[in-house]
């Protein structure tokens, strides 16, 4: 990041709220949390537990799920918007080579 000159990654993960509603118990290894932490962990080939890998942003109970009957749908949809909209800002991003600043699952 522009702050510190570290690499850091953000992701938005989206699911259906009727398989997934929270990210579950934190204290729990059987929960959403979990699997997103272990997935991460794979991902960088990292065995043991390793705390504050992922850190996940606190977000708005009004935010937290998009109902296109709701009456304000196009409301939380703009909120939604303004959020990943932060993350992709190309200020922050690099460019080269041997980095990439964008991708998603294939």
């Known amino acids: 990041g522009p702050k510190n000159k570290r690499r850091h990654y953000h992701v938005i993960l989206i699911f259906n709220k009727?398989?997934?509603?929270?990210?579950?118990?934190?204290?729990?290894?059987?929960?959403?949390?979990?699997?997103?932490?272990?997935?991460?962990?794979?991902?960088?080939?990292?065995?043991?537990?390793?705390?504050?890998?992922?850190?996940?942003?606190?977000?708005?109970?009004q935010l937290s799920y998009l109902d296109k009957q709701h009456s304000h749908f196009e409301d939380k949809y703009d909120k939604w918007m303004g959020l990943i909209d932060y993350l992709a800002k190309d200020y922050s991003k690099c460019y080269g080579r041997y980095s990439r600043s964008f991708g998603c699952s294939r």
């Open 18 to 61: 009727d398989a997934y509603f929270t990210l579950g118990n934190f204290n729990s290894e059987n929960n959403l949390s979990s699997c997103v932490i272990s997935a991460w962990k794979s991902a960088l080939g990292l065995v043991n537990k390793i705390n504050g890998l992922v850190h996940f942003c606190p977000i708005n109970v």
